[in-house]
């Protein structure tokens, strides 16, 4: 069983930076995945970033060049570096876990959090 707390959402004016934090406690597979998605009113929930505990990242394209994903040194956090952001990145932003490979589609993860409020305004 693995447990996800997020934190360090907030409300930002566009082109302001955030970052958020996913601490995670249980036991993780030797080799796993942390992901971060994010879900607007109305809109599917959709994949933003991942990390793979070997040290491979992977982003959508709609963030790439903004947004950066990291590994804390204790390999218990994840990060989501957020810069430059737009309105159209208002979403509920949530961390996830799975073993194995990465991915970025939400079905794909076994664990998710309770995820953190993301709004830019304009």
């Known amino acids: 069983q693995v447990q996800l707390v997020e934190s360090g959402g907030g409300s930002v004016q566009a082109g302001s930076s955030l970052r958020l934090s996913c601490a995670s406690s249980?036991?993780?597979?030797?080799?796993?995945?942390m992901g971060w998605f994010r879900q607007a009113p109305g809109k599917e929930r959709e994949g933003v970033a991942a990390?793979?505990?070997?040290?491979?990242?992977e982003y959508a394209d709609s963030v790439k060049g903004r947004f950066t994903i990291s590994q804390g040194n204790a390999k218990n956090t994840s990060y989501l570096q957020m810069n430059s952001l737009k309105p159209e990145d208002t979403a509920t932003y949530y961390c996830?876990?799975?073993?194995?490979?990465?991915?970025?589609?939400?079905?794909?993860?076994?664990?998710w959090g309770q995820g953190t409020q993301v709004t830019v305004s304009s």
């Open positions: 990390w793979h505990s070997a040290g491979h990242p």
């Open positions: 249980g036991r993780l597979h030797s080799s796993h995945c």
């Open positions: 996830a876990y799975k073993t194995w490979y990465c991915s970025l589609s939400p079905r794909d993860f076994t664990y």
